[in-house]
């Protein structure tokens, strides 16, 4: 009776995944959460704090700037050679959005301000959109949309922008979307695949490059793994009523092939840091050496 009920509570519980007892030991310690997403099957292949990524509606911040950059270009809003000068300084319905970028950094065209992050070229950007259009972009990218890989998953929301000034900071991923940590995987590995079809357009090959410049140069640099080709994109953000941020990486690898999307989202702290775990991830389940 003893082995037979073993048996049955090993098959309930299976034993981890080095894989899986890896990520636990890097994110230990670090208050968040951390997905893996197969990027073929899109199912999940490890997890830490599960129940956070599936049910904590957070800010996005940067993150969502691919998919931003991503509307204005498939539209035509935009010209993706044409520069921007960034004022560095930046506020917005009186929340200070001062870019992070080095003081170096201030002229900007699509590729190298995703790269960058750069607040001032995004903001100045949503004055191309209609009202409603940013919002229905950014709910066409999955943003609000459960991604179905965890039950009682909690969908994201996008809040209809009134102004100009709300567009901007929905633009910036400062107000007015809210995302899960397992949606926003799943939004990012559906763009993926969209930028590595075949028939992906101009746009789609400029955003995975920006991607993959923001780990080699700009604002992702601290997710850079030696030996893989990594591209993701960073986020730091505060919660309404909140002063403390919480700090994003989403990403996937290699860049020209994917095998595996990633996020991490550590509270209490900046997208760096969660960039900084994001490699150490990769560096363990590809192991190489960083």
């Known amino acids: 009776m003893i082995r037979v009920f073993l048996c049955a509570w090993l098959l309930a519980f299976p034993a981890s ?4 007892d890896e990520l636990s030991t890097i994110m230990h310690g670090r208050a968040g959460t951390a997905v893996v997403l197969d990027f073929q099957s899109g199912r999940i292949l490890d997890s830490y704090h599960m129940e956070q990524a599936a049910k904590q509606l957070s800010t996005p911040g940067s993150t969502i700037k691919p998919f931003v950059l991503r509307a204005l270009l498939d539209s ?3 010209d993706a050679q044409a520069t921007f000068v960034c004022p560095r300084r ?25 790269a960058w992050s750069c607040n001032g070229y995004f903001a100045d950007s949503a004055r191309r959109f209609a009202p409603g259009e940013l919002e229905r972009a950014l709910e066409t990218s999955g943003l609000t949309s459960a991604s179905g890989l965890a039950e009682g998953e909690l969908a994201g929301s996008v809040r209809t922008a009134q102004t100009l000034d709300d567009r901007k900071l929905l633009a910036t991923g ?10 926003l995987a799943s939004s990012y590995r559906r763009l993926v695949q969209a930028m590595m079809a075949k028939d992906a357009p101009p746009s789609a090959r400029l955003i995975g490059g920006a991607m993959e410049d923001s780990v080699g140069y700009g604002m992702a640099h601290e997710a850079a793994v030696r030996g893989l080709r990594v591209a993701g994109k960073t986020g730091t953000a505060a919660d ?6 919480h700090g994003w990486f989403v ?5 020209d092939a994917p095998q595996v999307v990633i996020i991490v989202k550590l509270e209490n702290a900046r997208g760096a840091d969660a960039a900084k775990a994001a490699a150490e991830i990769l560096s363990a389940r590809f192991r190489t050496s960083q």
């Not at 930046?90 to 200070?96: D, I, P, Q, T």
């Not at 400062?174 to 949606?183: N, W």
């Not at 990403?251 to 860049?255: L, R, V």
Request: hydrophobic residues 35%.
């Open 17 to 20: 995944t080095p894989a899986q």
């Open 76 to 78: 035509g809003k935009l």
């Open 90 to 114: 930046l506020s917005v319905k009186g929340k200070r959005l001062d870019c992070a970028h080095p003081a170096s950094e201030r002229v900007f065209d699509a590729q190298r301000a995703l």
């Open 174 to 183: 400062t107000e007015g979307v809210r995302v899960t940590a397992l949606g």
């Open 240 to 245: 309404p009523g909140q002063v403390q941020t």
């Open 251 to 255: 990403g996937y690898a290699p860049a």
